[in-house]
C-alpha cells in the first residue's frame, strides 16, 4: 500500500477514504504514522457486494474529481494524465495489454480510444486490453448515479455488484472514458505473485537499509529492503528479500522472502511469505550477488528506504 500512497502523495492528493474491512485498525495505524499529512476517512464494506457497493459508501466524502484504486495490484503508470484531462473527457480508465485476455474484463475502444464497453473474460480476443482496476473519474456525479443504478439491478454471476456496470452507465449516458496503457501491472493479492511483485519493486528502486534498522555481523545481497526497526544478526539476506518493520532475523539465509513484522523469536520452516514467526537458524541459498556485508552497529547502508523508482526509459 506504500507504494501506491507514495504515487498519491506525488501527484498533491491530501485526502483519501479507505473502504477496508477487518484490518481497519491495523491500516489506520499505519497511515496516521507514515503519512500524517493525509486526511483519511474510513469507512467499513460490512457486506461483500462487489466492487460498486464498495466505491458506493466512499460518496458522502465525494464532491469533485476522484481516483479510485484497489491495493491488492501494482502498477507502472503515467498518474499525471488527470492533470491535462480534455473538458470532454469524464474519465481515465487504464488498461494493459495482455495475451491472457481469458482471465480478464478486456476493454473494447472506439477508434479515438474511449471506453465502448467492458467484456468479462471473453473466450475470443476481440480485445486484450485488460481492466487493471485504476480509475480516475471527472464525471463523479455521473459515476455514483451508475452505481446507484447498478445497486438496484440485479447482482452478477457471483453476487456481486461490479463497478464497470456503473462505468457502462456512464458511457451510455455520453460519458467519454479515454483509456489509457500502463507499463507494468504486478498482483499482489496472491502469495505465488507477491514475491515476483516484491522482487520488481526492489529492482525498482524500493530496495534499502532504514537508518533505525539494525544489521550486525551480516551480509546483503542486492536487492534487499529492511525497513524501520529491523533487526537482523548473523545472517545472510537476498537476493529479492524485505524485511518489514519490528522483524527479527537471525543466524539464518534468506532468499526470495517477504518477513513480516511479526517475526520473532521462533523458527520459519518455509521460504516465501510469513507474518508471525520469528527467523533464528533458517536456511533458504540465494546466490552471491551484489554482495555487501554488515558489521555491528545501524543501517544506513546503500540506498534510501524510501527512494523513488528510476524513471522509465
Avoid at 162 to 177: C, E, N, P, R, W
Avoid at 264 to 277: A, E, Q, V, W
Avoid at 282 to 307: A, F, I
Wanted: glycine share 12%.
Amino acid at each position: 500500500m506504500s507504494y501506491i500512497l507514495d504515487d498519491l502523495a506525488e501527484l498533491g492528493v491530501d485526502e483519501i477514504v479507505f473502504v477496508v474491512g477487518y484490518l481497519r485498525e491495523a491500516i489506520e495505524s499505519y497511515v496516521a504514522d507514515a503519512y500524517p499529512n493525509i486526511t483519511a476517512h474510513y469507512v467499513v464494506q460490512e457486506v461483500q457486494d462487489g466492487t460498486a457497493g464498495a466505491v458506493s459508501l466512499a460518496e458522502p466524502f465525494v464532491d469533485e474529481d476522484v481516483l479510485i484504486l484497489f491495493v491488492d495490484t501494482l502498477f507502472d503508470a503515467d498518474l499525471g494524465l488527470v492533470r491535462d484531462v480534455a473538458e470532454t473527457t469524464g474519465g481515465i480508465i487504464w488498461a494493459k495489454e495482455v495475451e491472457d485476455y481469458q482471465r480478464y474484463g478486456v476493454i473494447l475502444t472506439d477508434d479515438e480510444g474511449h471506453m465502448v464497453r467492458i467484456i468479462e473474460k471473453p473466450s475470443e480476443p476481440i480485445s486484450k486490453l485488460a481492466n487493471i482496476g485504476l480509475y480516475y473519474i471527472k464525471d463523479w456525479q455521473l459515476l455514483f448515479e451508475g452505481i446507484h443504478h447498478t445497486l438496484q439491478a440485479s447482482p452478477g454471476a457471483s453476487g456481486e455488484f461490479y463497478l464497470t456496470d456503473a462505468f457502462q452507465y456512464m458511457v451510455d449516458h455520453g460519458s467519454k472514458i479515454q483509456v489509457a496503457p500502463v507499463a507494468g501491472w504486478y498482483d499482489c493479492g496472491k502469495p505465488e505473485t507477491l514475491l515476483e511483485t516484491n522482487r520488481h519493486l526492489l529492482l525498482r528502486g524500493r530496495s534499502g537499509i532504514a537508518d533505525s534498522a539494525t544489521l550486525e555481523d551480516s551480509t546483503v545481497n542486492d536487492p534487499v529492503r529492511v525497513e524501520e526497526g529491523a533487526v537482523v544478526r548473523n545472517s545472510v539476506l537476498g537476493p529479492n528479500v524485505t524485511v518489514e518493520a519490528g522483524a527479527r532475523v537471525e543466524n539464518s539465509t534468506v532468499a526470495d522472502t517477504i518477513l513480516g513484522s511479526g517475526i520473532h523469536g521462533h523458527r520459519l520452516d518455509s521460504p516465501g511469505l510469513s507474518r508471525g514467526f520469528g527467523v533464528q537458524g533458517y536456511g533458504v541459498p540465494g546466490p552471491p550477488q551484489h554482495r555487501r556485508s554488515l558489521g555491528g552497529g545501524r543501517g544506513g547502508v546503500g540506498r534510501p528506504l524510501r527512494s523513488r523508482p528510476p524513471a522509465q526509459e
